[in-house]
């Protein structure tokens, strides 16, 4: 009999899964809104839905499943299989794995969303090759998470890899977290945004206010990134400084995991050459030595579909381990 696995990527917004052969090819997908507003039992309906659809389409049955793997926005206890909250889903405490399993007959494992992405990453993207990395996501937050001998480092509790949150300079800004000066209070989208809507408002660059129509408001990273690229030189120096500030975090990062590799992903990467060099430069000039001749830093491969491919890897990993 075949063997197949399901990856289950769980977003704010929607809901990707896929049936994936023994090899991790995608063999058939589905999406749904989460329709996160309708409350737990409906988000679970519809990633039970989802793995129906793949299941139809594909002739595939249930007893063919070996694994389902969950991604999931946390913080979450993948041990227990519990999803502990999250800001754009409405839930609390929720023995996700336990619920999932009882209506599919189906082994799930749970993992959070940024260690999914490493997993990904590690094995079906950039990291195929390597034995130690670390992925770090620059989206609306900044996440990461990390590979040690070929195996997600997950912490004692699943809090491990939080680069966003590692203190870049303490007189800086506030973190959403409630400390100052975090990575993700200077590099992420949403701080990037931030300068962008202060520079714009105190009549520092026309052009951004252009593009959003004299609504500062509207201002955001991709804005921002417009500009930049049209040339206004407020904008690129927002763009620059954040490089500059993700160049220590890289350089920390360096320092403390000597990995041979850092993978970057996530939306604010589109922009990558209006940061990048500043950020390895300034990596370069913090990272011991030692470690740094070991490292490449590289842009993540698997784009769009890293949700997916990463919880197909949390179904997978045993196996990928075992095989490799
Ligand atoms: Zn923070």
């Avoid at 041990?79 to 502990?84: A, F, R, T």
């Avoid at 996440?143 to 912490?155: M, R, V």
């Amino acid at each position: 009999m075949k063997e197949y696995y399901l990856g289950l990527d769980l977003g704010g917004t929607k809901i990707l899964t896929g049936l994936a052969d023994s090899e991790g090819k995608i063999i058939t997908r589905s999406r749904r809104d989460t329709e996160a507003d309708l409350g737990e039992d409906k988000i679970i309906e519809n990633m039970i839905a989802t793995i129906e659809d793949v299941l139809e389409e594909s002739d595939v049955s249930k007893d063919q499943i070996i694994t389902l793997g969950i991604g999931s926005p946390g913080p979450l206890d993948s041990k227990k299989g519990i999803i502990i909250e999250n800001a754009n889903l409405p839930w609390k405490n929720v023995p996700l794995v336990e619920r999932m399993e009882s209506a599919l007959g189906i082994k799930t494992l749970l993992q959070n969303d940024a260690n999914a992405a490493a997993l990904g990453e590690k094995w079906f993207g950039a990291g195929r090759n390597v034995e130690n990395m670390v992925y770090i996501t620059i989206s609306t937050g900044i996440g990461g998470g990390a590979i040690i001998n070929k195996e997600l480092f997950t912490g004692v509790n699943d809090n491990a890899c939080e680069i966003g949150h590692t203190v870049i300079d303490p007189n800086g800004p506030l973190c959403g977290c409630g400390n100052h000066g975090c990575l993700e209070a200077f590099s992420s989208g949403t701080s990037i945004g931030k300068r962008a809507k202060e520079a714009a408002a105190a009549g520092e660059s026309k052009e951004m206010l252009e593009l959003a129509d004299n609504i500062v408001e509207d201002i955001d990273a991709v804005i921002c990134a417009q500009a930049a690229y049209q040339g206004d030189q407020v904008a690129r120096d927002i763009f620059k400084n954040a490089g500059y500030h993700l160049g220590i975090g890289l350089g920390n990062v360096v320092n403390t995991f000597n990995t041979e590799m850092i993978i970057l992903g996530g939306g604010v990467m589109k922009a990558s050459d209006l940061f990048l060099d500043e950020a390895i430069k300034t990596m370069e000039d913090i990272a011991l030595a030692g470690s740094l001749e070991m490292v490449t830093v590289k842009e993540a491969e698997l784009g769009s579909d890293i949700g997916l491919m990463g919880a197909i890897a949390v179904a997978m990993e045993d196996r990928l381990v075992k095989n490799d």
